[in-house]
């Protein structure tokens, strides 16, 4: 069983200050690594996706990856109150095909992110 | 800014109906999936569509479930035989390629309630 796990939260943070959501999976087959952002009654968006070990930098938003230790993390810095939401980390089960990666995502249950003014 | 859009918002049925949940991918987008997100859980992967089959489904997609596209731009879900657990929200999803380096764009979503 394909399994990502997340703290469920709620992580709160006050305003301008660095969130860290962290993220777990099973599957060392795992190729790809996403973070998504849901507001609640929302369907999932794309925040950042990452292949390769080490740091990925998107404005506000790193994503981190340690494949050794099956781990991936999100850092927001300067978070503001409208980054509050659930975070969802998922994963792709990485079946070749076509020439690349099937993307259906294996998603975590989220981490629930409040950022207070 | 192109869009997935799902109809209906909100669908109610009644226990052993049948439903058809609908989807217009993005328009030169090739891959298609559904993912259904009971209240309070997560988002867990049904099936995904390319070049007019499935290439992969899960454990949940079972013989009550079909996917179709009928024509040049709907992606459909059918639930023969709607079961209460199948209340959840249904999101559609696709991507210009099939390769984990195009993003998915998920569509607002389709709530299910089965009584």
């Known amino acids: 069983q394909k399994e990502v796990e997340q703290n469920s939260g709620p992580l709160s943070v006050p305003e301008g200050a660095i969130a860290s959501l962290n993220c777990t999976y099973s599957?060392?087959?795992?190729?790809?690594f996403f973070w998504y952002r849901q507001y609640s009654g929302k369907s999932p968006e794309l925040i950042m996706f990452i292949y390769s070990n080490g740091d990925k930098e998107d404005g506000r938003f790193t994503a981190q990856l340690n494949k050794a230790s099956q781990y991936v993390s999100l850092l927001i810095r300067d978070s503001q109150p409208s980054d509050s939401a659930t975070y969802l980390c998922?994963?792709?089960?990485?079946?070749?095909?076509?020439?690349?990666?099937?993307?259906?995502?294996?998603f975590g249950k989220g981490t629930k992110l409040s950022v207070k003014p | 800014e192109p869009e997935v859009t799902q109809t209906p918002s909100h669908q109610v049925t009644q226990m052993g109906q049948e439903v058809i949940l609908r989807c217009v991918p993005i328009?030169?987008?090739?891959?298609f999936y559904w993912y259904r997100q009971i209240l309070g859980q997560k988002v867990e992967f049904l099936v995904s569509f390319y070049n007019n089959e499935i290439s992969e489904k899960s454990e949940i997609f079972d013989d009550q479930f079909s996917v179709e596209r009928p024509d040049g731009s709907n992606f459909t879900l059918k639930i023969r035989s709607t079961k209460l657990e199948d209340s959840a929200m249904y999101f559609c999803a696709s991507s210009e390629a099939p390769d984990i380096s195009y993003e998915q764009y998920f569509g607002p979503g389709t709530r299910l309630t089965v009584t």
């Open positions: 998922a994963v792709t089960t990485g079946v070749m095909n076509y020439g690349g990666s099937q993307g259906n995502l294996i």
């Open positions: 599957d060392r087959g795992s190729q790809s």
């Open positions: 328009s030169n987008h090739l891959y």
